[in-house]
């Protein structure tokens, strides 16, 4: 058997064709191994074996003209059917859409918590010892030290009280005795420091110590008593990095001093494993005292950073805690600084791998696995930890479509909806396209003008069409604004059914018109003549003659035509998209229909429930499968085929 035989100009050609199309094949085959997608690899890999067997060999004839649909009806048809058909009983969710090894890796990753302190370091990066892989940080923790501020000598004779006549907001009014200071009187409270003159102070008639000022009161000495104890600790405000503490009282005076708030550092290095204290004799510090250089430790190049920097981000470094605290960096050194800033943390959860369950450390929680796709914690059910995993859960997704109110109730009110909405579809636009094809039958003047603009809506891109009847029937539209009428054509449930069934007429009619008119000129004349003869009025011809031979040749294209619009999803979405909604919070709106309502569950809500759509997806192929069988059937269409 010859498998080129022809023409060589058409081998040749055929030879290119079947070569170059299994070369694209091919390497879309190895682009999908390459990112891991093996089953669409596998699927490129038999469709290759299918050109090469229908085109390079003469086994099947008819295969070489049926390969091409076969390969599109299995890539566009059969795999999303599958595929939609498979998740529908699976919880796939957001937050349930990794695998379940993908979930525990990333709990186990962002199962850490700040300190309860939220301590955090400005730390150097880089090595301790000889090991440069072995990352570890240098860092300065700072501890805050009283004492007498250098260089302040000011002195001032206070009394001590509250502001507003409130007694737990405390305050002293000063007085610069001795002339040191550049404020002879001031009024300060832990917060606020404000400077006083003459006029605003009432001064002590013997010592002239102010003793009153505007919304000042004084504490009374059986008060005084009663919190003696307390004052040696209170912090009064003064000058920037500076405040007031009081000394002991004489005669209701207490004797302010300024003191000043101090830094002091100890150094430490920490690497993977222990939390080293470094001698501030073996450190080099900058200009504020913090640690830049040390003994045994390397800094990091901008290089190394560079090279390290993925090891850097995971790295849990040791803290002067035991586990689970740990030291993570958090950000990397800015261009032109020494510094990266990290934070103590707590691994907070753990994983059992042989129990397979996730624990708090801190509560002492224990998570298992519910068997619906997460993690759940065993004595409060609703708390669960997230992300979870697409789980299967056999045919829960299509009882929840009955038994969850908040998705049956507005599930029924669509899926009512939807069925009017298609029937009412098909008999406007049938009736009317059937009207107007009998109308322009007639032999009137004009008549290839008059069929020429009854097609114009039909050749109008359906999507303009759409967004251009919403814009006439905005609140503020043309329509409201020709007529004059304040009609919520799109915001009321019952305007807004009848706004698309009437633009779904004007953009479906015209279809209906042109088989309607096809199929009027297939009836055989003589028959309406024959029935004149016999005595029939034109409407009697009409309805037991023409009407029923038109239903016999149309049936099947109304079936399809009600299959159409059972899914018409751009009317509703681009016209309504679906509202105005039954309330507050609803995915459902008045208009919506099985597809939009499926369209929006999937991904126009906070949480994309793919395998909730995929179970609505395949009741509506059941019912529209159904349906359109039937019409067939009773119709009888099929028949001529037998």
């Known amino acids: 058997m010859r498998i080129f035989k022809g023409n060589i100009y058409a081998v040749i050609a055929k030879l290119i064709f079947v070569t170059l199309a299994m070369s694209i094949l091919g390497y879309l085959m190895l682009a999908a191994f390459g990112t891991g997608d093996t089953n669409i690899a596998i699927f490129l890999a038999v469709c290759i074996l299918m050109v090469a067997f229908a085109y390079l060999t003469n086994i099947s004839i008819p295969l070489k003209f049926f390969a091409p649909g076969i390969m599109f009806l299995i890539a566009f048809v059969i795999v999303p ?95 610069d005795t001795w002339g040191d200071s550049q404020y002879a009187f001031f009024l300060a409270s832990p917060t606020t420091f404000t400077p006083l003159t003459d006029a605003d102070v009432t001064l002590e008639e013997v010592n002239y110590t102010a003793i009153s000022t505007n919304g000042f009161t004084r504490f009374s000495k059986a008060e005084l008593s009663a919190m003696i104890e307390s004052i040696p600790g209170l912090k009064f405000k003064y000058e920037t990095r500076y405040f007031l503490k009081l000394g002991a009282p004489i005669k209701g005076f207490f004797e302010g001093s300024v003191n000043q708030s101090m830094s002091v550092y100890t150094y430490f290095i920490s690497t993977k494993d222990k939390f080293r204290i470094v001698p501030a004799a073996d450190v080099v510090k900058d200009g504020s005292g913090m640690a830049i250089k040390a003994k045994n430790f390397t800094k990091f190049t901008s290089s190394q950073i560079a090279k390290y920097s993925e090891e850097i981000g995971k790295a849990h470094l040791a803290y002067k805690k035991p586990a689970p605290y740990f030291i993570g960096i958090e950000t990397l050194p800015s261009p032109g600084t020494s510094f990266a800033y990290s934070i103590v943390q707590i691994k907070n959860i753990q994983y059992d791998k042989k129990a397979d369950t996730f624990t708090n450390v801190l509560s002492g929680d224990v998570y298992k696995d519910d068997g619906k796709g997460n993690f759940r914690n065993i004595k409060e059910t609703k708390d669960y930890l997230d992300p979870g995993w697409r789980q299967g859960v056999w045919f829960e997704n299509f009882a929840s479509l009955l038994s969850d109110t908040r998705i049956r109730d507005p599930l029924i009110q669509v899926f009512i909806w939807t069925i009017a909405f298609a029937f009412l579809t098909v008999m406007t636009q049938f009736a009317l396209g059937l009207l107007v094809a009998i109308a322009m039958d007639k032999k009137i003047r004009g008549r290839g003008i008059y069929r020429s603009l009854m097609i114009l809506p039909y050749a109008m891109p359906s ?153 609505i997806s395949v009741v509506i192929f059941i019912i529209v499968a159904g349906m359109s069988m039937y019409g067939i059937r009773k119709s009888k269409v099929l028949d001529d085929f037998a």
């Open 81 to 175: 059917m599958v595929f939609t058909l498979s998740m529908s009983v699976f919880k796939y969710q957001t937050g349930n859409m990794l695998s379940k090894e993908q979930a525990i890796s990333t709990i186990d990753q962002q199962g850490v918590t700040s300190d309860e302190n939220e301590t955090a370091y400005d730390v150097v990066l880089g090595y301790y010892g000889d090991k440069a892989s072995s990352i570890a940080i240098l860092g300065s923790e700072e501890q805050q030290v009283e004492g007498a501020a250098p260089g302040v000598t000011a002195k001032f004779d206070t009394v001590l009280g509250y502001l507003d006549g409130d007694k737990t907001k405390l305050a002293v009014l000063a007085t």
């Open 463 to 615: 999507i303009m069409s759409i967004l251009i009847w919403g814009g006439m029937l905005d609140t503020n539209g043309a329509i409201n604004s020709l007529f004059n009428l304040d009609v919520q054509w799109l915001q009321d449930p019952w305007m807004a059914k009848i706004s698309v069934l009437l633009v779904n007429l004007w953009l479906g009619f015209p279809y209906f018109y042109l088989i309607a008119a096809g199929s009027l000129q297939a009836i055989p004349k003589e028959l309406a003549e024959s029935a004149g003869i016999d005595g029939a009025n034109p409407r009697q011809i009409f309805r037991l003659i023409t009407l029923p031979l038109l239903l016999r040749m149309l049936t099947p294209l109304l079936v399809a035509s009600f299959a159409f619009n059972f899914n018409n999803f751009n009317i509703i979405y681009l016209l309504t998209g679906g509202g105005p909604s039954f309330e507050f919070g609803s995915v459902a709106g008045a208009t919506d229909i099985l597809i939009s309502y499926t369209y929006k569950l999937a991904f126009d809500t906070t949480i994309q429930n793919y395998g909730l759509a995929s179970a």
